[in-house]
């Protein structure tokens, strides 16, 4: 459901130790997010499931905000140079940018529905153009959810350790998963609503809630596991992490160190030039039977 910690070596952006803390913030935070999201759509079987619907705007909230912490982490990964370094690496565009973009946008929707249908059951059923909206765009939220993490596990390794993409893949099975149950029960809800006249909480069918609680707890294992992930991807001594391609990582190495081969080239060439000027201008030592010679 979303992108989190990335697997390549552009990663590492900022100060290590602020870079690292971030990380595990971020995944802690979408543990606890996951967690709130299930608590939510539980609460809707018992005696007050207008405070579950708040829960779960505050779960959706959160994975806003870690969607979005991952799409600038990945750009600051590579300096913001996306566009530049897309035409060497097309999976910067296709699966670091787009992937917690569309879950971003995706989990918006379904915050504005979830928004809607809680101010119907607190303000009455006045809003009745609301209902609709509701409803198409809790399928639309599980759409963009599933087609992110559709982008996310079709991510092509070719030089990275084994472990890291077995770590890759635990995170990305159980959203994909997860995203699909929220689908499914989004498409049977509206299919329910249909030629009904549904107000507040009726708008989210038993069907629905059911399959949200699934999900919720799929979401709730990718979370764990991509703890786990970050956790093992901090200890970068024995993991060895996806590279940019086609020459895209060389360009982002030259651009950081700020053109270093010229400078390391001109500092061999002048330190040619020293030991050059060192070995003419060093006179040859006289040997020791020659000075004894002319002594006497």
């Not at 995944?27 to 619907?53: D, I, K």
């Not at 300096?79 to 897309?86: C, K, T």
């Not at 690496?89 to 699966?95: A, E, I, N, P, S």
Request: some cysteine; charged content about 20%.
């Amino acid at each position: 459901m979303v992108k989190l910690a990335s697997a390549r070596e552009s990663r590492k952006y900022g100060p290590v130790q602020t870079r690292n803390r971030s990380e595990y913030v971020n995944a802690g935070l979408y543990v606890f997010a996951t967690v709130m999201l299930l608590a939510g759509f539980v609460a809707q079987f018992s005696m007050e499931p207008r405070s579950g619907l708040v829960v779960i705007l505050i779960a959706l909230g959160l994975i806003i905000l870690v969607n979005v912490h991952d799409l600038v982490a990945h750009l600051a990964g590579i300096d913001y140079r996306l566009f530049s370094l897309m035409e060497h690496d097309l999976q910067l565009g296709l699966v670091e940018f787009s992937v917690p973009l569309v879950q971003s946008i995706g989990t918006l929707l379904s915050f504005l529905a979830i928004l809607f249908i809680f101010f119907q059951e607190e303000m009455g059923y006045g809003y009745y153009k609301l209902e609709k909206h509701a409803v198409n765009m809790l399928i639309a939220g599980a759409a963009l959810w599933l087609l992110g993490s559709i982008h996310n596990s079709c991510q092509v390794y070719e030089r990275a350790d084994a472990h890291v993409q077995v770590l890759q893949e635990s995170v990305h099975i159980p959203f994909l998963l997860g995203s699909l149950l929220f689908l499914v029960g989004s498409l049977l809800n509206c299919q329910e609503q249909a030629g009904m006249f549904h107000h507040g909480l009726d708008l989210l069918s038993g069907i629905l809630i059911r399959l949200a609680i699934f999900g919720s707890f799929l979401f709730f294992i990718g979370g764990l596991a991509n703890v786990i992930k970050v956790f093992k991807m901090q200890q970068v001594d024995g993991l060895r992490l996806e590279k940019l391609r086609r020459g895209a990582q060389e360009r982002l190495a030259d651009e950081r160190e700020a053109r270093v081969p010229f400078l390391l080239e001109e500092q061999g060439r002048r330190k040619r030039n020293n030991v050059e000027v060192e070995h003419t201008t060093t006179p040859n030592p006289t040997p020791y039977r020659d000075v004894l010679v002319g002594q006497t």
